[in-house]
Every structure is written in C-alpha cells, then in structure tokens.
C-alpha cells in the first residue's frame, strides 16, 4: 500500500481507495489511536472504531472527489485543509474537512484527527 510522503497525500491516497472501496487502505492511513468524529455526534477512537466508522461509507460504493486547500505545518505535525464532494447513488454530500497528521519514525504521514466537517459544509 502507497504510505503518504507529505501530509497533502493523506487525501489523495483517502480518494483513491475510497473511490475502489479498499477498506484496509484507508484505516492504514490513520495511527492506531486516531479520532474521527461520526455524524451521530460520537468520536470513532482507534483502529477498529475507525475500521467500523469508515466501512459505512466503503459499502454506499462512493465517489469521492478531495482538494488539499492549504497545509500548516510545524515540525512533525500538520493541519490540512481540504474540501470534498461525494456521491453514492443518487445522493450527493459535500464538506470541508480539517485533519491532523503527523509525522511517522519511518518519515511517512498518517492521520491523528481526522474532521470530515471541521471546516463546515
């Protein structure tokens, strides 16, 4: 699986297996204690939460489309700016995402926080 070289990947590499629903892709883009809030209002902590979280959407079959706005980045940690559109069928979502990432041993860059609606719709 392609590791993310700049905190900007992050996104492309989420599009890209969401689009061929590659479940185990997308949760190896997220540390194991990453955090993402749900739509119902909780927070998925952790990879199974995640893995549980994200599966939801990986059976609508998706097509996603992300834009990187702008990355502000501090030594090891980065918060990415982004927007997104998404159809599944026939309904279609739009939003403004802000994640966390950070920098791994390895050099690459996983997800910390992830908030698909941070930044609103």
Do not use: C, H
């Amino acid at each position: 699986m392609p590791a993310a070289q700049k905190p900007e990947d992050l996104d492309r590499l989420f599009g890209e297996a969401l689009n061929r629903g590659d479940l185990d892709a997308i949760v190896a883009l997220y540390e194991p204690g990453a955090a993402m809030p749900e739509m119902s209002g909780s927070v998925a902590v952790g990879t199974d939460a995640l893995r549980q979280s994200i599966n939801g959407f990986v059976t609508m079959k998706p097509r996603i489309k992300l834009e990187v706005e702008k990355v502000v980045q501090a030594g090891d940690i980065a918060l990415v700016y982004s927007k997104w559109s998404m159809t599944a069928g026939d309904q279609e979502m739009t939003g403004k995402g802000r994640e966390v990432a950070r920098r791994q041993a390895d050099g690459t860059w996983k997800f910390v926080i992830d908030d698909p609606f941070g930044g609103g719709s």
